[in-house]
């Protein structure tokens, strides 16, 4: 696989380390042995404005927006996006303007929620934003923007939600690489990948980087937003145009793509007693800060499956994706809750 040929630019900290994590793994031990063995990926450590997955993607993204000239990186996502605060870094650090659509998507009007965690941190990284209700057609507002950013003379490059198109989704074709590179370090055979699974692109870049290499590790993404079908079929869609960049679409199959929706609760960026359990477990266990909207229940997911028995006698390694920084954002959420 020779993923130079797409021009990425440097400027994640990689590789992100790859550690146990002893505290979980005692924690969900079962009685006659069951329960997983529980590493842990820190892509909450790509070392962009505070990290997270999109600093991954955002390399290949920015690596295309440069060979076109770009001057101007226009995106979109909820009021908390941590996808958000990652371009509006890079923008900075490549001396670009950086146009922010936000959706009030969680219909809060919490006032930590609309103007603390992620969003303060947009506007220190220099970003421009604007906000617009629930609901409102995100793909439409990034064309509006665009050529409104054009109509001004500027040079526009519409990076969409998440960050999750074929080109960013090979960010995360380089994070499988990555991974399995550590495991077979460690003498480590992995059983199964969890990770949270949103706008798709880490999840298909995952199974795609995977499927190209043969490494024959299942990915479990559990969901966030959308329901089984909808989340598979799209995840499926684009890790077979990711693959197909690649030379190799015929390797991903449609079996090879799984999530687990099951643990969405009330929807997108609501937060249930669960999600807050989660958070405290591995805090408390490893001193791992999780953040609420999407590691929080991934990590909700994890717990319920392993005492289920889902995962027993196996290595699994969980991605953290990032997002600390929206704990912030859900202050009131959750305080009084954390005791
Ligand atoms: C965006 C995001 C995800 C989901 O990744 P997708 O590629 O959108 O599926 C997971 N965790 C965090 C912290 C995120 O910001």
Redesign the pocket.
């Known amino acids: 696989m020779h993923l130079a040929r797409f021009n990425p630019v440097r400027f994640a900290h990689l590789p992100t380390p790859f550690e146990p994590l002893p505290g979980l793994t005692e924690h969900l031990a079962r009685p006659g042995g069951g329960g997983p063995a529980v590493w842990i990926k820190r892509d909450?450590c790509t070392g962009l404005a505070g990290g997270?997955?999109?600093t991954r993607?955002l390399e290949y993204l920015l690596g295309d927006a440069l060979a076109n000239d770009a001057d101007t990186l226009v995106t979109q996502g909820a009021i908390q996006?941590?996808?958000v605060r990652q371009t509006a870094a890079a923008a900075a650090r490549f001396g670009m303007a950086c146009e922010i659509i936000l959706e009030a998507r969680t219909g809060s009007d919490a006032v930590d929620y609309n103007r603390s965690g992620n969003v303060l941190l947009d506007e220190l990284l220099g970003a421009r934003i604007r906000t617009v209700p629930g609901g409102t057609d995100m793909n439409q507002e990034l064309a509006k923007t665009a050529a409104e950013v054009a109509g001004r003379g500027g040079r526009p490059y519409v990076i969409p939600?998440?960050?999750?198109n074929c080109i960013?989704?090979l960010g995360?074709v380089e994070c499988a690489l990555e991974l399995v590179a550590q495991a077979n370090e460690a003498g480590l055979e992995i059983d199964r990948i969890v990770?949270?699974?949103?706008?798709?692109?880490?999840?298909?870049?995952l199974v795609a980087g995977l499927a190209v290499m043969g490494a024959d590790i299942p990915v479990l993404?559990i969901g966030?937003r959308a329901l089984k079908d909808v989340q598979e079929a799209n995840v499926y869609k684009l890790a077979r145009e990711t693959a197909a960049l690649l030379g190799h679409e015929d390797r991903v199959t449609r079996e090879m793509v799984v999530a687990d929706c099951d643990f969405v609760g009330a929807g997108y960026g609501l937060v249930d007693q669960a999600v807050i359990d989660a958070l405290k477990t591995i805090a408390r266990t490893d001193g791992i800060l999780l953040?609420p909207?999407?590691?929080g229940k991934?990590m909700k997911g994890l717990l319920a499956l392993s005492a289920q028995g889902e995962f027993d006698g196996e290595t699994i390694v969980f991605l953290h994706?990032?997002?600390a920084q929206?704990l912030f954002g859900y202050q009131s959420e959750l305080e009084g809750k954390l005791q």
């Open positions: 909450d997270g997955n999109k993607k996006s941590n996808h939600g998440g960050g999750s960013g989704a995360y990770t949270a699974t949103g706008s798709a692109g880490t999840h298909a870049g993404g966030v953040d909207v999407y590691t991934a994706t990032g997002g929206g």
